[in-house]
């Protein structure tokens, strides 16, 4: 499993509304989350297989920025 944490600049609850289906639809609920009162605005992925820049394609299609500050990998 692979956990990414990225830089965004989701700042409030809407716009969690607003990325919710396309994260949803391209990594599953429940495998992501932002922190939005996090100066960063932090968007955390959990994923097997997900690449990074797939996570910041789909944060830019839903009309966000992303950049990846972290990436782990554990078993």
């Given amino acids: 499993m692979k956990t990414f944490i990225f830089k965004t600049n989701i700042n409030c609850g809407g716009c969690v509304a607003k990325v919710t289906p396309f ?3 391209a990594f599953h609920a429940g495998n992501w989350e932002v922190d939005f009162l996090n100066p960063n605005k932090v968007l ?3 994923s097997e297989d997900a690449l990074s820049s797939e996570i910041e394609a789909t944060v830019l299609e839903a009309g966000f920025k ?3 500050l ?5 078993n």
């Avoid at 972290?70 to 554990?74: A, P």
């Fill in 70 to 74: 972290d990436e782990i990998h554990s």
């Fill in 66 to 68: 992303a950049e990846l």
């Fill in 44 to 46: 955390t992925v959990r």
């Fill in 23 to 25: 994260m949803n639809e």
